[in-house]
């Protein structure tokens, strides 16, 4: 069957570290993979877009990596901040561009 | 530019009754995507549409649930024979082109139906 995953427990770490989230699937072939960041009460915020045949990708203190073998994409917060704690989702989009399949998302609390 | 709009952002209704859905897109957007999200879960894709047609709608419940975007108006998700577990946050996101391709989503604050 086809999943995606996020790690469903929360990542705290300390202000200034790195923030490492996880997003892995199974039996699925997308042409793109995104980030959003989604605060309580409010709708996902678009991040970053990485295609297929990209391995990498960068905006400001954020990168994303994208691995089509392992199945899986790393989203990186460099420099983190407390202002940086929300829900992360990925999400996958497939060739036909029709539909977004979204991971359920991992929580990030900065603690200063 | 106003971003996506949803309304209303509270909705409660009782079992059986109807609910209706209201998504304004961006100004210039043709695309519109519905999602329903159950607490601590992820966004669940329901239907796309484009200016009067819906284009898949293969994450529909296949009763109770339809969609439209007509010509003029916002694009209105609606909800027959209302149940509790239809309670969730539902959200709407609009882009200019296609939604996967550099044409990214934007997403409204969601509108939050409780079913009593």
């Known amino acids: 069957s086809q999943k995606i995953e996020q790690n469903s427990e929360a990542l705290n770490i300390q202000e200034g570290k790195t923030a490492t989230l996880t997003c892995n699937y199974t039996n699925y072939s997308p042409a793109y993979l995104q980030w959003y960041r989604q605060d309580p009460g409010r709708g996902p915020v678009f991040l970053l877009l990485i295609r297929e045949n990209e391995k990498e990708k960068r905006k400001e203190r954020l990168k994303v990596t994208f691995d089509t073998t392992l199945k899986q994409s790393l989203f990186h917060i460099t420099a983190s901040q407390p202002a940086d704690s929300a829900t992360y989702l990925c999400a996958l989009v497939l060739y036909n561009f029709n539909n977004f399949y979204f991971g359920s998302g991992t929580k990030l609390n900065v603690k200063p | 530019n106003a971003g996506v709009m949803q309304n209303p952002r509270h909705l409660v209704r009782r079992r059986g009754q109807e609910a209706r859905l209201r998504c304004s897109p961006m100004?210039?957007?043709?695309?519109v995507y519905w999602y329903r999200q159950l607490p601590e879960e992820g966004l669940k894709f329901m239907v796309y549409l484009q200016k009067e047609n819906i284009i898949d709608e293969s994450g529909m419940p296949k009763e109770r649930f339809s969609a439209e975007f007509p010509k003029e108006g916002p694009s209105i998700l609606r909800i027959q024979q209302v149940v509790r577990g239809d309670s969730a946050a539902y959200f709407c996101?609009?882009?200019?082109?296609?939604?996967?391709?550099?044409?990214?989503?934007?997403f409204g604050p969601g509108t939050r139906l409780t079913v009593l």
């Open positions: 100004k210039g957007h043709s695309h």
């Open positions: 996101a609009s882009s200019q082109g296609p939604g996967g391709s550099t044409d990214t989503q934007y």
